[in-house]
């Protein structure tokens, strides 16, 4: 469907930024379901270019490269399916090489616009959940309601380790560990988007919450439209 600029700014947005395994994917499908609203898993486009740079195998710091690869992408999400060139990838993007790549990809700025308009494309009516680390700061930061999850690194580690064996990769908790802190450093130093909330973003812990309890949280903060009250002091650094 075809809207004009001014009807875009109506469709509703909400943010849900966090590191690596904070339950952002999760949480935005189950917000989403409830709302009946679309979702934009960003990092699973930034994962889609890391598997592209893999199969194509082009260099990973020829910023050109990459963004004439990136508008030559052919790609779709459609109920839970990722597809690349026509091929299934909704598994392979989730393999940790392909996570490395994504984010040794996503320092470049000039690959960061080109993913822009990519994901603005997401916006659609009745409205967006858009999970990332950038949704709040950067690519909607009109968005009605933008939340900020946190996690303990161990906490994040356990989690995407049972995701994968579930998932039947290979997986070691050390190893995982170790990326997780390495993507988390790069995702918050780089110079271009970095990892932080925005600064009216409302800040939830998902150690100390069931995924249940978050969704609800984020739903009655939605439903209320009452976005500028119990904000949790922003101490992110
Ligand atoms: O969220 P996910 O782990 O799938 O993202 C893969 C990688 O893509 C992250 O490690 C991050 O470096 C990058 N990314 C990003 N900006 C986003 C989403 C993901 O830089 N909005």
Not at 24 to 37: D, N, P
Not at 92 to 117: D, F, N, Q, Y
Not at 217 to 232: A, C, E, F, G, S
Request: hydrophobic residues 40%; glycine residues 6%; positive net charge.
């Amino acid at each position: 469907m075809k809207f004009n600029r001014l009807y875009y700014k109506y469709v509703p947005v909400i943010a849900i930024d966090g590191p690596t395994a904070s339950g952002k994917g999760t949480i935005a499908q189950l917000v989403a379901a409830q709302l009946g609203f679309h979702v934009l898993d960003s990092g699973a486009l930034y994962r889609l270019v890391g598997l592209a740079v893999q199969r194509y195998q082009v260099n990973k710091n020829d910023v050109s490269a990459l963004v004439s690869l990136i508008h030559s992408l052919h790609f779709s999400f459609q109920e839970g399916c990722v597809q690349l060139d026509g091929v299934d990838v909704s598994t392979g993007i989730r393999h940790e090489t392909v996570s490395r790549l994504a984010s040794a990809i996503s320092v470049h700025a000039p690959v960061r616009r080109a993913l822009l308009a990519r994901q603005h494309a997401f916006r659609k009516p009745p409205g967006l959940v858009a999970d990332g680390r950038d949704m709040g700061t950067i690519i909607f930061t009109d968005a009605v309601l933008k939340v900020f999850l946190t996690a303990s690194a161990e906490d994040r580690a356990q989690r995407r380790y049972k995701q994968l064996i579930e998932q039947g990769f290979p997986a070691k908790i050390e190893t995982i560990l170790c990326d997780l802190l390495e993507r988390d450093s790069s995702d918050i130093n780089r110079a271009s988007s970095p990892l932080k909330p925005a600064l009216d973003a409302r800040l939830l812990d998902t150690s100390v919450l069931s995924i249940s309890e978050v969704v609800n949280r984020i739903l009655v903060w939605y439903q209320k439209n009452d976005l500028h009250t119990d904000v949790t002091k922003n101490t992110f650094s």
